[in-house]
């Protein structure tokens, strides 16, 4: 009995053979494979990190896209969506919003809608009246004014942080004083100048005034010009491209 188990010790105290040779294989194989190198990208020198966060300018909603005269300006930070017509000689200053999502908004010929307006139009106006947005030709809106579903005749000037509520009709050849609402539905004349809260008539315009009316309109239409050529092909804004460019190491 003694004898068989120190025979059985033994044996396995032995060291297998075979498994010895996979070992020693094994090791062998593990020492001989070379280490994998590390894949580093470097960048190129003249890439530049863009930011495509920026807003868009037209903006379609189904079958409707906004349409833009060929020489009318839109400023780049301008929103225009769904139902809007830009016609000829029109401009849309800095951070204007014209919303054609329901009904349509047209801006007629050398017309103007400058800074921070909002233009809205509602699917139904509730005095029945159109309710689409039509601010027709040589007509001058204000900054700050909020537009909805009201119409502007020919040759009128609506005053900054003006507010024209659904169905409000201004007839041609009027003006609105700075910080006017006008109520859903309200009509103001030909050739009389109205203002407060709500908007009430304040008198009858005189021959000369009612003629510096589109000449305003034509004036702001002459500055958007100086605008407008900034943004074509040829304009100088290779000069700040360069300059980006030389910042970055980048030969020009």
Request: aromatic fraction near 8%; hydrophobic fraction near 40%; proline fraction near 7%.
């Amino acid at each position: 009995m003694a004898t068989s188990i120190a025979r059985f010790s033994r044996r396995a105290l032995t060291p297998n053979p075979i498994r010895r040779f996979f070992a020693t294989s094994a090791a062998l194989a593990t020492n001989a494979e070379a280490p994998k190198p590390k894949l580093t990208v470097s960048p190129s020198p003249d890439r530049a990190k863009w930011d495509y966060r920026g807003q868009r300018q037209i903006i379609p909603l189904g079958q409707w896209l906004p349409k833009v005269a060929v020489d009318a300006y839109v400023a780049p930070n301008v929103v225009l969506a769904g139902q809007v017509t830009v016609w000829d000689g029109s401009s849309v200053w800095n951070g204007a919003v014209l919303r054609g999502d329901l009904n349509k908004i047209t801006l007629g010929f050398c017309a103007n809608v400058q800074e921070r307006c909002v233009v809205h139009a509602a699917w139904s106006s509730p005095t029945g009246l159109p309710a689409e947005t039509l601010i027709d030709r040589y007509v001058t809106v204000g900054a700050y004014s909020l537009l909805r579903s009201c119409t502007i005749e020919p040759e009128c000037i609506i005053g900054q942080h003006s507010i024209l509520m659904e169905g409000s009709l201004v007839e041609t050849r009027s003006i609105l004083e700075a910080g006017s609402v006008v109520p859903p539905g309200r009509r103001i004349p030909s050739g009389e100048l109205w203002g407060g809260n709500p908007a009430r008539f304040i008198r009858t315009l005189t021959n000369e005034e009612t003629l510096e009316i589109p000449k305003l309109a034509v004036a702001i239409n002459h500055l958007s010009g100086d605008y407008f050529s900034e943004f074509l092909p040829y304009s100088t804004v290779y000069l700040e491209v360069e300059k980006f460019k030389k910042s970055l190491g980048i030969a020009v």
